[in-house]
Nanobody, 126 residues
Framework: QVRLSESGGGLVQAGASLRLSCAGS????????MAWFRQTPGSEREFVAG?????????RYADNVKDRFTISRDKAKNGVDLQLNQLKPEDTAMYYC??????????????????WGLGTQVTVSS
């Protein structure tokens, strides 16, 4: 059974850091594009960061997290990590890990991804 599982979320104060981890199982995701999305109640799930299959050569970030978040491959976990620095209250959301096989290229759209984790909650207080 193919599965993605996120971890590392929590409640932190503004300015703090968190490191999210996404572990894959059931298949190898080495040659899949992987990404992080986030969603708050009443809003669409939005792209946060993505990394292509080719040893991280293709990396994309949403404008509002660029220079604060860093996505990287986690080979040991068959997945990806997301380092969140200088967290702001507006970063509060459920964070989801996703993967797609098509060309191993990052997509900004939720519909492009085949596999999804159940999410990990990040809450940032002011």
């Amino acid at each position: 059974q193919v599965r993605l599982s996120e971890s590392g979320g929590g409640l932190v104060q503004a300015g703090a850091s968190l490191r999210l981890s996404c572990a894959g199982s059931g298949m190898r995701f080495d040659y899949y594009a992987m990404a992080w999305f986030r969603q708050t109640p009443g809003s669409e799930r939005e792209f946060v960061a993505g990394i292509g299959w080719s040893n991280g050569e293709q990396i994309r970030y949403a404008d509002n997290v660029k220079d604060r978040f860093t996505i990287s491959r986690d080979k040991a976990k068959n997945g990806v990590d997301l380092q969140l620095n200088q967290l702001k209250p507006e970063d509060t959301a459920m964070y989801y890990c996703a993967a797609r096989s098509t060309s191993g290229v990052v997509s900004f759209f939720t519909g492009s991804y085949t596999y999804w984790g159940l999410g990990t909650q990040v809450t940032v207080s002011s």
